[in-house]
């Protein structure tokens, strides 16, 4: 089955803990991006990914890294978490940057 | 900076009503996307409208992007509680080949049987 999986689904962890969200997807996409959804600010880009070891910045890339080492995978990192950065994460892929995108099921993430 | 907006941010209709949505950009879009996220899950793709003036319909739903390609609407004719969720528009930001995409706040559709 076409998807993109995320990992851990739910997490409550402590400010400065560091921790990693991963994002996995199993359509051979090039394109790949990360999401916070906050609520009345709709989901805000945090970085992409056009292809393999091609990584940039979104609107809101603060606190935040990223590494596309293989195609199939885009893992976020937070080196230092913040109560600022409790929210619900979403990865996507798609084909290109044009084309639709597939989001995971999201992690909601709670910074302590 | 560029802005997509989204109104209304919320809308309450009884089932059988219409319902409209409305994504304006601050900048000529070379695209745009519109999303539908069902409450606790994630946002899943509709449709993607390119050309100025574009109409496309599925079903009871009809996507129109603007002339001017700033904007554009969702309409849906006699809602159904299967309508229920929030409703994303999206197009690149900046120059259209960056890679970043922006995202209307969404307007969510409340319906009521």
């Known amino acids: 089955e076409a998807q993109v999986t995320q990992n851990p689904r739910y997490l409550i962890t402590v400010t400065g803990k560091k921790l990693t969200v991963t994002c996995s997807q199993n359509m051979n996409h090039e394109y790949m991006s990360w999401y916070r959804q906050d609520p009345g600010l709709g989901l805000r880009q945090i970085y992409y990914?056009?292809?393999?070891?091609?990584?940039d910045k979104g609107d809101v890339p603060e606190g935040y890294k990223v590494s596309r080492k293989e195609k199939r995978n885009f893992p976020l990192i937070l080196e230092s978490p913040s109560p600022n950065q409790t929210s619900l994460y979403f990865c996507a892929s798609s084909l290109g940057f044009y084309n639709e995108q597939f989001f995971g099921p999201g992690t909601r993430l709670t910074v302590l | 900076g560029q802005q997509v907006m989204q109104i209304p941010q919320y809308q309450h209709v009884q089932e059988g009503e219409d319902f409209t949505t409305y994504c304006n950009s601050s900048t000529t879009l070379s695209n745009i996307q519109w999303y539908k996220q069902r409450p606790g899950g994630h946002p899943v793709f509709l449709i993607q409208?390119?050309?100025?003036?574009e109409v496309k319909k599925q079903k009871r739903l009809t996507f129109q992007f603007g002339e001017a390609k700033k904007n554009s609407s969702l309409h849906i004719t006699a809602t159904q509680t299967t309508d229920v969720g929030t409703y994303f528009c999206a197009g690149p930001r900046g120059s259209s080949n960056t890679g970043k995409l922006i995202f209307g706040q969404g307007t969510t559709l409340q319906v009521k049987p």
């Open positions: 990914s056009m292809n393999v070891e091609v990584t």
């Open positions: 409208l390119v050309k100025s003036g």
